[in-house]
Nanobody
């Protein structure tokens, strides 16, 4: 069973940057498409970015295109979400999530969630 752990959240000023990391405590995330989702208070959880198992397929929410990037390293078994030009609307709990099936290219069917990491952007 894949178990995911996020790190890298924190408090940053508007216009700043953060990089979130997602690693696996058991099994290996290198076999799965991995997504980053976020949920702000009073709002539904939304998909922010997704990277396919091979790393060549990437998808971003319109609200973060051009500001966020997603990457992975199979040797380090880590997925990163680089967040630049952050604004207060990006404030949320960010979750790393693994697809339910191996070798996929999308995050439509999630099988595993991390515990979440808080990102707060001050104005």
């Amino acid at each position: 069973q894949l178990q995911l752990v996020e790190s890298g959240g924190g408090l940053v000023q508007s216009g700043g940057s953060l990089r979130l990391s997602c690693t696996a405590s058991r099994s290996a995330l290198r076999y799965y498409a991995i997504g980053w989702f976020r949920q702000a208070p009073g709002k539904e959880r939304e998909e922010v970015a997704c990277i396919g198992q091979g790393g060549g397929t990437k998808k971003f929410a319109e609200s973060v295109k051009g500001r966020f990037s997603i990457s992975r390293d199979h040797y380090k078994d880590t997925v990163w979400l680089q967040m630049d030009r952050l604004n207060p609307e990006d404030t949320a709990v960010y979750y790393c999530a693994g697809a339910s099936r191996v070798y996929g290219n999308d995050c439509d069917d999630i099988g595993t969630w991390g515990q979440g990491t808080q990102v707060t952007v001050s104005s």
